[in-house]
Protein backbone atom coordinates (compact mmCIF):
# COMPACT_ATOMS: atom_id res chain seq x y z
CA UNK A 1 0.00 0.00 0.00
CA UNK A 2 1.11 3.30 -0.60
CA UNK A 3 2.76 4.45 2.89
CA UNK A 4 1.68 8.28 2.31
CA UNK A 5 -1.92 6.47 3.35
CA UNK A 6 -0.96 4.95 6.14
CA UNK A 7 -0.86 6.74 9.77
CA UNK A 8 0.56 5.13 12.85
CA UNK A 9 -0.59 6.90 16.00
CA UNK A 10 -1.11 5.85 20.09
CA UNK A 11 -3.80 7.33 22.01
CA UNK A 12 -1.52 8.15 25.84
CA UNK A 13 -3.05 9.58 28.69
CA UNK A 14 -3.66 9.50 32.04
CA UNK A 15 -5.90 6.70 33.86
CA UNK A 16 -9.17 7.66 33.73
CA UNK A 17 -9.20 9.98 31.00
CA UNK A 18 -11.24 8.19 28.04
CA UNK A 19 -8.56 6.40 25.76
CA UNK A 20 -10.59 2.76 25.41
CA UNK A 21 -13.77 5.13 24.57
CA UNK A 22 -12.28 7.23 22.45
CA UNK A 23 -10.70 4.32 20.18
CA UNK A 24 -13.95 2.34 20.76
CA UNK A 25 -15.94 5.97 19.04
CA UNK A 26 -12.90 6.27 16.50
CA UNK A 27 -13.53 2.46 15.44
CA UNK A 28 -16.80 3.29 15.21
CA UNK A 29 -16.53 6.73 12.71
CA UNK A 30 -14.29 4.14 10.34
CA UNK A 31 -16.81 1.69 10.17
CA UNK A 32 -14.76 -0.74 12.43
CA UNK A 33 -17.92 -1.38 14.57
CA UNK A 34 -21.56 -1.62 14.77
CA UNK A 35 -23.40 1.23 17.32
CA UNK A 36 -24.33 -2.12 19.54
CA UNK A 37 -20.72 -2.86 20.13
CA UNK A 38 -19.42 0.67 20.68
CA UNK A 39 -19.98 0.95 24.71
CA UNK A 40 -18.20 -2.53 25.49
CA UNK A 41 -14.44 -1.36 25.51
CA UNK A 42 -13.73 -3.73 22.20
CA UNK A 43 -10.08 -3.56 22.83
CA UNK A 44 -10.19 -4.18 26.31
CA UNK A 45 -10.21 -8.04 25.87
CA UNK A 46 -9.31 -9.15 28.73
CA UNK A 47 -12.19 -9.83 31.78
CA UNK A 48 -9.77 -8.45 34.44
CA UNK A 49 -10.11 -5.17 32.63
CA UNK A 50 -13.19 -5.18 32.22
CA UNK A 51 -13.77 -5.71 36.03
CA UNK A 52 -11.38 -3.25 37.12
CA UNK A 53 -11.95 -0.83 34.10
CA UNK A 54 -8.74 0.09 33.58
CA UNK A 55 -6.53 -0.94 30.21
CA UNK A 56 -4.02 -3.08 30.97
CA UNK A 57 -2.71 -4.47 27.43
CA UNK A 58 -2.01 -1.96 24.60
CA UNK A 59 -4.08 -3.35 21.71
CA UNK A 60 -3.34 -2.47 18.46
CA UNK A 61 -6.47 -2.35 15.35
CA UNK A 62 -6.36 -1.26 11.75
CA UNK A 63 -8.79 1.20 10.50
CA UNK A 64 -9.87 2.56 7.12
CA UNK A 65 -11.19 6.14 6.62
CA UNK A 66 -12.36 7.97 3.56
CA UNK A 67 -11.11 11.38 3.89
CA UNK A 68 -12.76 13.98 2.89
CA UNK A 69 -9.88 14.50 -0.20
CA UNK A 70 -11.75 11.32 -1.17
CA UNK A 71 -8.84 9.16 -0.25
CA UNK A 72 -8.99 5.70 2.02
CA UNK A 73 -6.39 5.98 4.53
CA UNK A 74 -5.11 3.11 6.78
CA UNK A 75 -4.90 3.75 10.59
CA UNK A 76 -3.28 1.64 12.97
CA UNK A 77 -4.28 2.70 16.44
CA UNK A 78 -2.91 1.32 19.47
CA UNK A 79 -4.67 1.98 22.69
CA UNK A 80 -2.79 1.97 25.98
CA UNK A 81 -3.11 1.72 29.56
CA UNK A 82 -3.12 4.84 31.93
CA UNK A 83 -1.88 3.29 34.92
CA UNK A 84 1.99 4.44 36.25
CA UNK A 85 2.44 0.49 36.50
CA UNK A 86 1.98 -0.65 33.10
CA UNK A 87 4.26 2.45 31.50
CA UNK A 88 5.96 -0.07 29.66
CA UNK A 89 3.21 -0.98 27.44
CA UNK A 90 2.91 2.57 26.55
CA UNK A 91 6.53 2.78 25.58
CA UNK A 92 6.67 -0.60 23.52
CA UNK A 93 3.25 0.90 21.38
CA UNK A 94 5.31 4.33 21.16
CA UNK A 95 7.93 2.22 19.56
CA UNK A 96 5.96 1.58 17.03
CA UNK A 97 4.41 4.81 15.88
CA UNK A 98 4.87 8.52 14.28
CA UNK A 99 2.51 10.32 16.16
CA UNK A 100 0.47 10.30 19.22
CA UNK A 101 -3.35 11.37 20.75
CA UNK A 102 -2.59 12.64 24.01
CA UNK A 103 -5.82 12.90 25.56
CA UNK A 104 -6.91 14.98 28.96
CA UNK A 105 -9.83 14.67 30.65
CA UNK A 106 -11.61 18.23 30.58
CA UNK A 107 -12.22 18.35 34.07
CA UNK A 108 -8.91 17.20 35.45
CA UNK A 109 -6.67 18.85 33.12
CA UNK A 110 -2.67 17.38 33.19
CA UNK A 111 -2.25 14.99 35.45
CA UNK A 112 0.90 13.74 36.35
CA UNK A 113 0.67 10.86 33.94
CA UNK A 114 0.03 13.05 31.63
CA UNK A 115 2.79 14.74 31.77
CA UNK A 116 5.16 11.01 31.75
CA UNK A 117 3.28 10.27 28.81
CA UNK A 118 4.37 13.44 26.80
CA UNK A 119 7.83 13.04 27.30
CA UNK A 120 8.26 9.53 26.30
CA UNK A 121 6.33 10.84 23.09
CA UNK A 122 9.23 13.41 22.80
CA UNK A 123 12.17 11.01 23.41
CA UNK A 124 10.71 8.64 21.09
CA UNK A 125 10.17 11.29 18.18
CA UNK A 126 6.64 11.18 18.03
CA UNK A 127 4.01 13.98 16.73
CA UNK A 128 1.69 14.93 19.42
CA UNK A 129 -1.65 15.42 18.54
CA UNK A 130 -3.44 17.07 22.06
CA UNK A 131 -7.17 16.66 22.32
CA UNK A 132 -9.20 17.62 25.12
CA UNK A 133 -12.60 14.56 26.10
CA UNK A 134 -15.72 14.72 27.88
CA UNK A 135 -16.47 18.28 26.41
CA UNK A 136 -20.26 16.87 27.00
CA UNK A 137 -19.63 17.98 30.98
CA UNK A 138 -21.54 20.98 31.42
CA UNK A 139 -19.58 22.32 34.88
CA UNK A 140 -16.47 22.46 32.54
CA UNK A 141 -14.67 26.23 31.78
CA UNK A 142 -13.62 24.71 27.88
CA UNK A 143 -11.66 27.89 26.93
CA UNK A 144 -10.04 27.43 30.66
CA UNK A 145 -9.17 23.87 30.22
CA UNK A 146 -7.58 24.60 26.71
CA UNK A 147 -5.82 27.78 28.05
CA UNK A 148 -4.31 25.38 30.81
CA UNK A 149 -3.35 22.41 28.25
CA UNK A 150 -1.70 25.00 26.47
CA UNK A 151 0.01 26.36 29.10
CA UNK A 152 1.66 23.76 31.14
CA UNK A 153 2.93 21.65 27.81
CA UNK A 154 3.81 24.71 25.53
CA UNK A 155 0.87 23.15 22.21
CA UNK A 156 -0.23 25.41 19.84
CA UNK A 157 -4.17 26.32 20.87
CA UNK A 158 -5.15 26.13 17.42
CA UNK A 159 -3.79 21.90 17.53
CA UNK A 160 -6.16 20.63 20.14
CA UNK A 161 -8.71 19.07 19.29
CA UNK A 162 -11.91 19.16 21.54
CA UNK A 163 -14.39 15.93 21.80
CA UNK A 164 -16.38 14.04 23.41
CA UNK A 165 -15.22 10.18 22.90
CA UNK A 166 -19.04 9.36 24.71
CA UNK A 167 -21.16 11.30 22.90
CA UNK A 168 -19.14 11.08 19.86
CA UNK A 169 -19.28 15.11 19.45
CA UNK A 170 -16.41 16.62 17.12
CA UNK A 171 -14.92 13.14 16.18
CA UNK A 172 -15.20 13.46 12.50
CA UNK A 173 -13.03 16.59 12.61
CA UNK A 174 -9.93 14.45 15.00
CA UNK A 175 -10.14 12.26 12.03
CA UNK A 176 -10.01 14.79 9.50
CA UNK A 177 -6.63 16.28 12.25
CA UNK A 178 -5.05 13.30 12.18
CA UNK A 179 -5.15 12.62 8.53
CA UNK A 180 -3.55 16.04 8.58
CA UNK A 181 -1.12 16.16 11.88
CA UNK A 182 0.29 12.86 11.87
CA UNK A 183 3.26 11.96 9.49
CA UNK A 184 2.87 8.27 7.41
CA UNK A 185 5.97 6.28 7.93
CA UNK A 186 9.11 6.27 6.81
CA UNK A 187 10.67 3.54 4.95
CA UNK A 188 12.17 1.38 2.18
CA UNK A 189 9.88 -1.16 0.65
CA UNK A 190 12.80 -1.81 -2.32
CA UNK A 191 15.26 -2.65 0.82
CA UNK A 192 15.80 -5.40 3.26
CA UNK A 193 12.88 -6.79 5.05
CA UNK A 194 13.33 -4.86 8.84
CA UNK A 195 10.59 -4.94 11.38
CA UNK A 196 10.29 -4.97 14.70
CA UNK A 197 8.61 -6.94 17.20
CA UNK A 198 6.56 -4.43 19.67
CA UNK A 199 3.94 -7.60 21.24
CA UNK A 200 3.46 -11.38 21.59
CA UNK A 201 1.01 -13.25 22.97
CA UNK A 202 0.27 -17.43 22.94
CA UNK A 203 -2.48 -18.63 21.15
CA UNK A 204 -2.95 -22.89 21.47
CA UNK A 205 -3.07 -23.66 17.92
CA UNK A 206 -1.45 -21.22 15.98
CA UNK A 207 1.91 -21.03 18.58
CA UNK A 208 3.23 -17.59 19.47
CA UNK A 209 1.58 -15.15 17.43
CA UNK A 210 4.61 -11.98 17.00
CA UNK A 211 3.07 -8.32 16.39
CA UNK A 212 5.69 -6.34 13.72
CA UNK A 213 5.81 -2.78 12.32
CA UNK A 214 7.47 -3.22 9.39
CA UNK A 215 10.28 -0.60 8.63
CA UNK A 216 11.32 -1.01 5.32
CA UNK A 217 10.85 -4.04 2.92
CA UNK A 218 7.88 -6.62 3.07
CA UNK A 219 7.32 -10.07 4.52
CA UNK A 220 4.74 -12.12 2.73
CA UNK A 221 3.64 -15.84 3.58
CA UNK A 222 5.96 -18.70 3.21
CA UNK A 223 8.91 -16.17 3.65
CA UNK A 224 12.31 -17.36 5.54
CA UNK A 225 13.08 -14.58 8.43
CA UNK A 226 15.23 -15.09 11.02
CA UNK A 227 15.18 -13.23 14.31
CA UNK A 228 18.45 -11.25 14.55
CA UNK A 229 19.06 -10.72 18.13
CA UNK A 230 18.07 -14.48 19.42
CA UNK A 231 19.09 -15.60 16.15
CA UNK A 232 16.58 -17.86 15.14
CA UNK A 233 15.11 -18.70 11.52
CA UNK A 234 11.31 -19.91 10.50
CA UNK A 235 9.12 -19.84 8.18
CA UNK A 236 6.02 -17.67 8.38
CA UNK A 237 2.88 -19.23 7.72
CA UNK A 238 0.76 -17.16 8.62
CA UNK A 239 0.34 -12.97 8.46
CA UNK A 240 -3.01 -10.71 9.82
CA UNK A 241 -4.44 -7.80 11.01
CA UNK A 242 -6.81 -6.85 13.71
CA UNK A 243 -9.67 -4.39 12.69
CA UNK A 244 -10.71 -5.32 15.42
CA UNK A 245 -11.33 -8.71 14.64
CA UNK A 246 -8.84 -11.06 12.85
CA UNK A 247 -8.45 -10.52 8.94
CA UNK A 248 -5.88 -12.83 7.17
CA UNK A 249 -3.23 -11.02 4.85
CA UNK A 250 -1.02 -12.47 2.09
CA UNK A 251 1.94 -9.63 2.72
CA UNK A 252 2.79 -6.79 5.44
CA UNK A 253 4.59 -3.62 3.40
CA UNK A 254 6.84 -0.78 4.43
CA UNK A 255 4.88 1.27 7.28
CA UNK A 256 2.12 -1.59 8.13
CA UNK A 257 1.61 -2.79 11.43
CA UNK A 258 0.03 -6.66 11.96
CA UNK A 259 1.07 -10.07 12.98
CA UNK A 260 2.73 -13.46 11.81
CA UNK A 261 3.13 -16.73 12.49
CA UNK A 262 6.07 -19.12 12.63
CA UNK A 263 4.96 -22.08 14.56
CA UNK A 264 6.70 -20.81 17.61
CA UNK A 265 6.13 -22.77 20.54
CA UNK A 266 8.92 -22.14 22.90
CA UNK A 267 8.72 -18.56 24.69
CA UNK A 268 12.26 -18.55 25.23
CA UNK A 269 13.25 -18.17 21.59
CA UNK A 270 11.58 -15.13 21.25
CA UNK A 271 12.18 -11.67 22.75
CA UNK A 272 10.45 -8.24 22.39
CA UNK A 273 12.14 -5.39 21.03
CA UNK A 274 14.01 -8.02 18.52
CA UNK A 275 14.34 -7.12 14.37
CA UNK A 276 12.86 -9.50 12.16
CA UNK A 277 14.71 -9.89 8.84
CA UNK A 278 14.95 -11.86 5.66
CA UNK A 279 17.39 -14.65 5.78
CA UNK A 280 18.21 -14.59 2.01
CA UNK A 281 18.12 -10.71 2.13
CA UNK A 282 18.99 -9.56 5.79
CA UNK A 283 19.15 -5.73 6.94
CA UNK A 284 22.72 -4.74 7.79
CA UNK A 285 21.99 -3.71 11.71
CA UNK A 286 19.33 -4.84 13.86
CA UNK A 287 16.93 -2.14 15.41
CA UNK A 288 17.52 -0.55 18.65
CA UNK A 289 14.70 -2.69 20.54
CA UNK A 290 13.55 -1.41 23.99
CA UNK A 291 15.70 -0.33 27.56
CA UNK A 292 15.54 -3.36 29.90
CA UNK A 293 13.01 -1.91 33.00
CA UNK A 294 14.22 -2.92 36.12
CA UNK A 295 11.71 -4.50 38.59
CA UNK A 296 10.53 -2.09 41.89
CA UNK A 297 8.86 -5.12 43.59
CA UNK A 298 9.97 -8.47 44.41
CA UNK A 299 7.76 -11.62 46.10
CA UNK A 300 7.53 -15.26 46.02
CA UNK A 301 5.12 -17.17 43.79
CA UNK A 302 4.33 -20.51 44.73
CA UNK A 303 1.49 -23.16 43.97
CA UNK A 304 -0.77 -24.07 46.78
CA UNK A 305 -0.05 -27.81 45.72
CA UNK A 306 3.71 -29.24 44.48
CA UNK A 307 2.16 -31.12 41.77
CA UNK A 308 1.14 -27.49 39.99
CA UNK A 309 4.71 -26.75 39.69
CA UNK A 310 5.88 -27.43 36.29
CA UNK A 311 2.02 -25.97 34.90
CA UNK A 312 3.35 -22.66 36.95
CA UNK A 313 6.54 -22.37 35.22
CA UNK A 314 4.65 -23.21 31.57
CA UNK A 315 2.24 -20.45 32.79
CA UNK A 316 4.77 -17.94 33.45
CA UNK A 317 7.25 -18.36 30.10
CA UNK A 318 3.90 -17.95 28.31
CA UNK A 319 2.80 -14.65 30.52
CA UNK A 320 6.20 -13.04 30.10
CA UNK A 321 5.54 -13.39 26.09
CA UNK A 322 2.77 -10.56 26.86
CA UNK A 323 3.92 -8.45 29.63
CA UNK A 324 7.81 -8.57 29.39
CA UNK A 325 8.24 -6.12 31.99
CA UNK A 326 7.96 -8.84 34.74
CA UNK A 327 10.96 -11.16 35.52
CA UNK A 328 11.34 -14.44 37.22
CA UNK A 329 13.91 -16.83 38.62
CA UNK A 330 13.07 -20.45 40.20
CA UNK A 331 13.77 -20.47 44.19
CA UNK A 332 12.93 -22.76 47.04
CA UNK A 333 10.90 -21.81 50.32
CA UNK A 334 10.99 -23.98 53.76
CA UNK A 335 6.81 -23.36 53.96
CA UNK A 336 5.94 -23.90 50.45
CA UNK A 337 8.60 -25.99 48.34
CA UNK A 338 9.60 -24.80 44.93
CA UNK A 339 8.26 -21.77 42.99
CA UNK A 340 9.51 -18.44 41.99
CA UNK A 341 11.23 -15.40 43.31
CA UNK A 342 9.28 -12.71 40.70
CA UNK A 343 10.40 -8.96 40.29
CA UNK A 344 7.16 -6.38 39.14
CA UNK A 345 6.91 -2.72 38.59
CA UNK A 346 4.25 -2.49 41.33
CA UNK A 347 1.39 -3.71 43.56
CA UNK A 348 -0.70 -3.50 40.99
CA UNK A 349 1.10 -4.91 38.40
CA UNK A 350 1.98 -7.70 40.48
CA UNK A 351 -2.15 -8.45 41.74
CA UNK A 352 -2.70 -8.02 38.07
CA UNK A 353 -0.15 -10.74 37.17
CA UNK A 354 -1.60 -13.16 40.14
CA UNK A 355 -5.04 -12.99 38.75
CA UNK A 356 -3.86 -13.60 35.17
CA UNK A 357 -2.16 -16.64 36.23
CA UNK A 358 -4.95 -17.94 37.98
CA UNK A 359 -7.67 -16.99 35.76
CA UNK A 360 -5.92 -17.90 32.56
CA UNK A 361 -4.01 -21.19 32.93
CA UNK A 362 -6.26 -22.36 36.37
CA UNK A 363 -3.80 -22.42 39.08
CA UNK A 364 -4.14 -21.93 42.85
CA UNK A 365 -0.93 -19.29 43.65
CA UNK A 366 0.39 -18.11 46.89
CA UNK A 367 2.41 -14.92 47.36
CA UNK A 368 4.83 -14.14 50.21
CA UNK A 369 5.14 -11.00 51.41
CA UNK A 370 6.24 -8.22 48.74
CA UNK A 371 9.94 -6.73 49.33
CA UNK A 372 11.35 -4.08 47.60
CA UNK A 373 15.38 -4.61 46.39
CA UNK A 374 17.48 -3.66 48.48
CA UNK A 375 21.69 -3.62 48.37
CA UNK A 376 24.44 -4.38 51.24
CA UNK A 377 28.04 -3.46 51.26
CA UNK A 378 30.29 -6.06 53.39
CA UNK A 379 33.02 -5.16 55.36
CA UNK A 380 35.37 -5.75 52.80
CA UNK A 381 33.92 -3.26 50.32
CA UNK A 382 31.80 -5.49 48.22
CA UNK A 383 28.19 -4.46 47.19
CA UNK A 384 25.42 -6.78 46.57
CA UNK A 385 21.84 -6.68 45.77
CA UNK A 386 19.39 -8.40 46.89
CA UNK A 387 15.65 -9.73 46.43
CA UNK A 388 14.41 -12.36 48.89
CA UNK A 389 15.46 -11.01 52.48
CA UNK A 390 16.70 -14.61 53.53
CA UNK A 391 19.65 -13.04 51.38
CA UNK A 392 20.92 -10.81 54.25
CA UNK A 393 23.64 -12.52 55.74
CA UNK A 394 24.61 -11.46 59.51
CA UNK A 395 24.58 -8.17 60.03
CA UNK A 396 27.77 -8.71 62.25
CA UNK A 397 29.28 -8.54 58.40
CA UNK A 398 27.47 -6.05 56.85
CA UNK A 399 28.99 -2.28 56.89
CA UNK A 400 25.78 -0.88 55.73
CA UNK A 401 22.37 -1.51 54.04
CA UNK A 402 21.10 0.79 51.23
CA UNK A 403 17.40 1.02 49.80
CA UNK A 404 15.86 2.53 46.90
CA UNK A 405 14.32 5.60 46.52
CA UNK A 406 12.19 7.34 44.01
CA UNK A 407 11.48 11.00 42.61
CA UNK A 408 7.65 10.98 43.65
CA UNK A 409 6.57 14.10 41.90
CA UNK A 410 2.57 15.02 43.45
CA UNK A 411 0.65 17.04 41.34
CA UNK A 412 -2.40 18.47 43.61
CA UNK A 413 -4.73 21.08 44.07
CA UNK A 414 -3.10 24.35 46.05
CA UNK A 415 -5.88 23.68 49.19
CA UNK A 416 -4.65 20.27 49.54
CA UNK A 417 -0.86 21.05 49.38
CA UNK A 418 0.25 21.23 53.64
CA UNK A 419 -1.91 17.73 53.73
CA UNK A 420 0.30 16.04 50.59
CA UNK A 421 3.53 17.93 52.41
CA UNK A 422 2.41 16.15 55.68
CA UNK A 423 1.86 12.96 54.12
CA UNK A 424 5.40 13.03 52.27
CA UNK A 425 7.09 13.90 55.82
CA UNK A 426 5.68 10.73 57.18
CA UNK A 427 6.69 8.52 54.69
CA UNK A 428 10.54 9.51 55.24
CA UNK A 429 10.09 11.76 52.05
CA UNK A 430 13.28 14.76 51.40
CA UNK A 431 11.81 17.44 50.09
CA UNK A 432 12.97 19.01 46.36
CA UNK A 433 10.97 21.48 45.27
CA UNK A 434 7.81 22.86 44.70
CA UNK A 435 6.38 24.93 41.84
CA UNK A 436 2.93 26.27 40.11
CA UNK A 437 1.40 24.52 36.80
CA UNK A 438 -1.14 26.75 36.17
CA UNK A 439 -3.74 26.62 39.10
CA UNK A 440 -2.29 23.55 40.49
CA UNK A 441 1.17 22.95 42.49
CA UNK A 442 3.69 20.11 41.64
CA UNK A 443 5.59 18.82 44.76
CA UNK A 444 8.75 16.58 44.97
CA UNK A 445 9.75 14.72 47.51
CA UNK A 446 12.54 11.99 47.45
CA UNK A 447 10.75 8.63 49.00
CA UNK A 448 12.09 5.65 49.80
CA UNK A 449 10.32 3.00 47.52
CA UNK A 450 9.02 0.70 50.21
CA UNK A 451 6.88 3.41 51.52
CA UNK A 452 5.19 4.28 48.17
CA UNK A 453 4.50 0.82 46.63
CA UNK A 454 1.97 -0.27 49.37
CA UNK A 455 -0.63 2.86 50.17
CA UNK A 456 0.83 5.71 48.78
CA UNK A 457 -0.84 6.57 45.91
CA UNK A 458 -4.47 5.67 47.51
CA UNK A 459 -3.39 8.52 50.44
CA UNK A 460 -2.12 11.36 48.68
CA UNK A 461 -6.08 10.40 46.46
CA UNK A 462 -7.46 10.90 50.01
CA UNK A 463 -5.61 14.19 51.30
CA UNK A 464 -6.47 15.58 47.73
CA UNK A 465 -10.13 14.30 47.53
CA UNK A 466 -9.54 12.46 44.67
CA UNK A 467 -7.46 15.33 42.71
CA UNK A 468 -4.35 14.34 43.34
CA UNK A 469 -2.00 12.31 40.91
CA UNK A 470 1.77 10.93 41.48
CA UNK A 471 4.24 9.65 39.30
CA UNK A 472 7.93 8.84 40.25
CA UNK A 473 10.66 7.47 39.10
CA UNK A 474 13.97 5.54 40.28
CA UNK A 475 16.71 7.75 41.32
CA UNK A 476 19.23 5.88 43.73
CA UNK A 477 19.86 3.88 46.79
CA UNK A 478 20.94 5.41 50.01
CA UNK A 479 22.02 3.91 53.31
CA UNK A 480 19.46 3.04 56.22
CA UNK A 481 18.83 1.27 59.17
CA UNK A 482 17.31 -1.80 57.59
CA UNK A 483 16.68 -4.81 59.65
CA UNK A 484 15.30 -8.42 58.74
CA UNK A 485 11.78 -9.43 60.51
CA UNK A 486 11.14 -12.60 60.78
CA UNK A 487 7.42 -14.33 61.87
CA UNK A 488 8.02 -17.70 64.35
CA UNK A 489 4.97 -19.65 64.37
CA UNK A 490 5.33 -22.12 67.63
CA UNK A 491 9.42 -21.74 67.29
CA UNK A 492 9.64 -22.24 63.68
CA UNK A 493 10.74 -19.96 61.14
CA UNK A 494 7.99 -18.98 58.40
CA UNK A 495 9.96 -17.67 55.65
CA UNK A 496 7.10 -16.14 53.26
CA UNK A 497 6.46 -13.58 55.88
CA UNK A 498 10.01 -12.73 56.54
CA UNK A 499 10.35 -8.94 55.03
CA UNK A 500 13.04 -6.34 55.45
CA UNK A 501 11.94 -3.16 57.74
CA UNK A 502 13.46 0.18 58.43
CA UNK A 503 14.09 -0.17 62.42
CA UNK A 504 12.00 2.39 62.96
CA UNK A 505 9.08 0.40 61.54
CA UNK A 506 10.01 -3.19 63.07
CA UNK A 507 7.54 -2.94 65.77
CA UNK A 508 4.85 -1.79 64.16
CA UNK A 509 5.14 -3.96 61.45
CA UNK A 510 5.93 -6.89 63.24
CA UNK A 511 2.63 -6.33 65.82
CA UNK A 512 0.37 -5.77 62.77
CA UNK A 513 1.02 -8.76 61.20
CA UNK A 514 1.04 -10.85 64.88
CA UNK A 515 -2.47 -9.86 65.21
CA UNK A 516 -3.77 -10.58 62.15
CA UNK A 517 -2.59 -13.93 62.16
CA UNK A 518 -3.50 -14.62 65.51
CA UNK A 519 -7.36 -13.93 63.49
CA UNK A 520 -6.84 -16.07 60.52
CA UNK A 521 -5.00 -18.96 61.93
CA UNK A 522 -7.70 -21.66 62.96
CA UNK A 523 -7.14 -22.90 66.48
CA UNK A 524 -5.55 -26.37 66.66
CA UNK A 525 -5.71 -28.70 69.60
CA UNK A 526 -2.79 -27.15 70.91
CA UNK A 527 -1.41 -23.50 71.62
CA UNK A 528 0.26 -21.60 68.41
CA UNK A 529 2.44 -18.78 70.06
CA UNK A 530 2.99 -16.60 67.51
CA UNK A 531 6.14 -14.07 67.63
CA UNK A 532 8.13 -11.47 65.36
CA UNK A 533 11.89 -11.31 65.79
CA UNK A 534 13.64 -8.46 64.65
CA UNK A 535 17.92 -8.50 65.36
CA UNK A 536 17.58 -11.40 67.32
CA UNK A 537 14.89 -10.65 69.72
CA UNK A 538 11.43 -11.33 69.91
CA UNK A 539 9.73 -7.90 69.32
CA UNK A 540 6.10 -8.92 69.19
CA UNK A 541 3.75 -11.83 70.22
CA UNK A 542 0.44 -13.27 70.21
CA UNK A 543 -1.08 -16.57 71.61
CA UNK A 544 -3.86 -18.68 69.78
CA UNK A 545 -5.53 -20.65 72.66
CA UNK A 546 -5.78 -24.70 72.00
CA UNK A 547 -9.66 -25.80 70.81
CA UNK A 548 -11.26 -27.54 73.77
CA UNK A 549 -12.75 -30.59 73.47
CA UNK A 550 -15.50 -32.07 76.11
CA UNK A 551 -13.62 -35.68 76.41
CA UNK A 552 -16.32 -36.21 79.77
CA UNK A 553 -19.21 -35.59 77.57
CA UNK A 554 -20.48 -39.60 77.39
CA UNK A 555 -19.54 -39.20 81.28
CA UNK A 556 -22.79 -38.52 83.42
CA UNK A 557 -23.27 -39.27 87.63
CA UNK A 558 -20.41 -41.88 89.45
CA UNK A 559 -17.40 -41.06 91.31
CA UNK A 560 -15.73 -37.55 90.06
CA UNK A 561 -12.34 -39.78 89.52
CA UNK A 562 -13.52 -41.30 86.43
CA UNK A 563 -13.62 -37.48 84.82
CA UNK A 564 -10.48 -36.56 86.24
CA UNK A 565 -8.48 -39.52 85.09
CA UNK A 566 -9.42 -38.67 81.07
CA UNK A 567 -8.84 -34.70 81.97
CA UNK A 568 -5.36 -35.89 82.35
CA UNK A 569 -5.35 -38.23 79.59
CA UNK A 570 -6.09 -35.42 77.53
CA UNK A 571 -3.46 -32.85 79.14
CA UNK A 572 -0.79 -35.78 77.86
CA UNK A 573 -2.20 -36.04 74.30
CA UNK A 574 -2.12 -31.98 73.87
CA UNK A 575 1.65 -32.01 75.38
CA UNK A 576 2.71 -34.65 72.70
CA UNK A 577 0.65 -32.86 70.60
CA UNK A 578 2.25 -29.31 71.06
CA UNK A 579 5.55 -31.23 70.44
CA UNK A 580 4.55 -32.58 67.05
CA UNK A 581 2.45 -30.77 65.82
CA UNK A 582 2.50 -28.40 62.61
CA UNK A 583 0.52 -25.58 62.21
CA UNK A 584 -1.66 -25.10 58.89
CA UNK A 585 -1.38 -21.74 57.64
CA UNK A 586 -4.75 -20.82 55.62
CA UNK A 587 -3.77 -18.86 51.81
CA UNK A 588 -5.90 -15.91 53.66
CA UNK A 589 -3.19 -15.25 56.05
CA UNK A 590 -0.66 -14.91 53.02
CA UNK A 591 -3.06 -12.74 51.25
CA UNK A 592 -3.57 -10.24 54.77
CA UNK A 593 0.37 -9.68 54.91
CA UNK A 594 0.58 -8.13 51.53
CA UNK A 595 -1.65 -5.35 52.19
CA UNK A 596 -0.01 -4.48 55.78
Not at 141 to 146: G, H, P, R, T
Not at 328 to 351: D, K, N
Not at 470 to 498: H, M, V
Amino acid sequence: MDQKLIRNFSIIAHIDHGKSTLADRLMLACGAIDERSFKNQLLDDMDLERERGITIKASAVRLTYRAKDGKDYLLNLIDTPGHVDFTYEVEKSLKACEGALLIVDATQGVESQTVANYYLAINNNLEILPVINKIDIASIDLEASVRKFSETLKFKESDIQKVSAKEGLNIDLLLEKIVDFIPSPYGDEKQPLKALMFDMKYDVYKGIIVFIRVIDGKVTVGSKVRMMNMQKEYTVDGIGVYSPFDVKAKELGSGEVGYITCNIRDPKEVRVGDTVTDVANPCAAPLEGYRVLKPLVFCGVYPVTADQYMDLREAIDKLRLSDPSFTYEPETSQSFGHGFRCGFLGLLHMEVVQERLEREYNLSLVLTTPNVGYRYETRDGVMTDIENPSQLPNMSAVKSVEEPYLKVSVLTPVASMDSVMELAKRKRGIFVKSEYISDRMRVIYEIPLSEVIVDFNDMVKSATRGYGSIDYEFCGYRAAPIAKLDILINDEECDAFSCLVHKDHAYDKGAALCDKLKELIPAQLFDIRIQASCDGRIIASSRIKSMGKNVTAKCYGGDISRKRKLWEKQKEGKKKMRSVGRVEVPQEAFLAALKI
